[in-house]
């Protein structure tokens, strides 16, 4: 690839960057190179434009004005939740829930359909490479339930362990809470296989989609399952808003999350009934502006062709496996397979802690994250506290990896000469 126009035919990694401001700035007197797009990702001008016109425009609350600018709002609103639920071929919008963040909807789950559903000897089965996010929420649902936390293991390679999920799952198994994509390993789960088999035992599948959503066709009714949670924030659009699908029987059969203004159908003093489904579940103001940001970031994704970033995310992860496996004294964590894996890349380099890493790779402005990711358990499977992790999306480069690379070995000299010196 040269001067970073993409190989593949039809889509040109140096336009889609051209519609993202940010990606033009310099920090530290160096262009910017962010490699941290598992952790949030950056915004192109449709989705700032769309906030600044709602605010100068017609900036009023949603649902209840009979007035212009509220209906103008309303209008906009929903629409986007019509926009999400064709993105991930949702039957229907009031399968969508918006929410603040994945956090926040996996959190739905385990109140308004965990506290009625899981039981005192009940199971639910998670991974050992979750997100705290999709691991914390069922740890306390099952302390509060006195029900058993199950865990499918992580093999060497990075996958989980599926040979052993025939005795994992039992017909107690309420609930399998799964990544798609892990946001360190890259992996790309096989999730089908998993709600194949749940269904046979009448347990019912969540997928945290946080880190597939964002980066490949997502088909929630092909992969049939029952909840999918992911973030706005990593899929071009704002921060603030999160979606929850759900099939339509379990919204209709859950209890409310939230109480207040809303999510009500009427009010007595004593008691009250519910909005239909999707108002039941989003109770008070919404986040208005960045919902309706969400929309023009899940129209930008379409235009690109969530194949098109798929694949692209393929050729930039082959290129940049191909050259970190070549760094002495680096150990590559995750699969090698490309068509199951996602643009992560976690390491760690021979004597330098990652937080040196991400600081010497800051001073040449390539921003990388580095800490466990929210993984612990993870980072206690392959014995280290941390790592550095890179993570591509539709705008990164193959120069971009070059100066990952760069920075990498300038991480190695320094330390490398750190070392010497205390010896
Ligand atoms: N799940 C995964 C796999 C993630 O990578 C993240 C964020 O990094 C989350 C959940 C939590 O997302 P949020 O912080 O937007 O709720």
């Known amino acids: 690839m040269e001067n970073g126009v993409s190989d593949e035919v039809g889509y040109d990694v140096r336009a889609v960057r051209q519609d993202f401001p940010i990606l033009g700035i310099q920090v530290h007197g160096k262009p910017l190179v962010y490699l941290d797009n598992a952790a949030t990702s950056q915004k192109p001008q449709v989705v700032i434009d769309s906030l600044v016109h709602y605010y100068t425009r017609y900036n009023a609350n949603v649902h209840r004005g009979i007035y212009t600018l509220s209906e103008q709002a309303t209008a906009a609103y929903e629409n986007a939740r019509a926009r999400v639920a064709r993105f991930i071929n949702a039957p229907s919008p009031e399968c969508i829930i918006f929410t603040r963040n994945t956090t926040e909807a996996i959190n739905l789950v385990r109140y308004a359909w965990g506290a009625d559903n899981v039981r005192a000897g009940d199971e639910i089965l998670i991974s050992e490479m979750e997100h705290h996010s999709n691991l914390v929420p069922w740890q306390l649902l099952a302390q509060e339930q006195g029900a058993e936390l199950r865990f499918l293991r992580v093999n060497n390679e990075g996958r989980l362990m599926l040979d052993g999920l025939d005795v994992l799952i039992t017909e107690k198994t309420r609930l ?184 010497i790779l800051d001073s040449e402005a390539v921003a990388v994250r580095a800490g466990h990711h929210c993984c612990q358990p993870l980072m206690r499977r392959f014995n280290v506290p941390a790592t550095a992790r890179a993570s591509f999306y539709a705008y990164t480069t193959e120069e971009e990896i070059d100066a990952l690379l760069e920075g990498i070995h300038k991480a190695q000299r320094v330390f490398g000469h750190a070392i010497e010196r205390s010896v």
């Open 176 to 359: 399998i809470a799964v990544t798609h994509v892990s946001n360190v390993l890259g992996t790309i789960n096989p999730v089908k296989g998993i709600i194949k088999k749940a269904h046979k035992y009448g347990a019912l599948v969540l997928l945290d989609a946080a880190q597939s959503v964002p980066h490949m066709p997502v088909d929630v009714q092909e992969l049939d399952c029952d909840f999918l949670a992911f973030s706005g924030h990593k899929m071009m659009g704002p921060t603030g808003v999160g979606v929850l699908y759900a099939k339509p029987h379990l919204l209709e059969a859950m209890r409310p999350f939230m109480g207040g203004g809303s999510m009500i159908r009427k009010v007595m003093l004593a008691e009250s009934t519910w909005a239909d489904v999707p108002q039941k579940f989003e109770a008070g103001t919404p986040n208005i502006a960045d919902v309706i940001a969400l929309g023009a970031a899940v129209d930008y994704l379409s235009d690109l062709g969530m194949a098109n970033v798929r694949e692209h995310e393929i050729q930039i992860t082959q290129y940049a496996l191909d050259q970190m496996r070549e760094v002495s004294g680096i150990k590559l964590f995750g699969p090698w397979e490309l068509q199951t894996r996602a643009g992560v890349v976690s390491f760690v380099l021979d004597g330098v802690h990652p937080h040196d890493i991400a600081q």
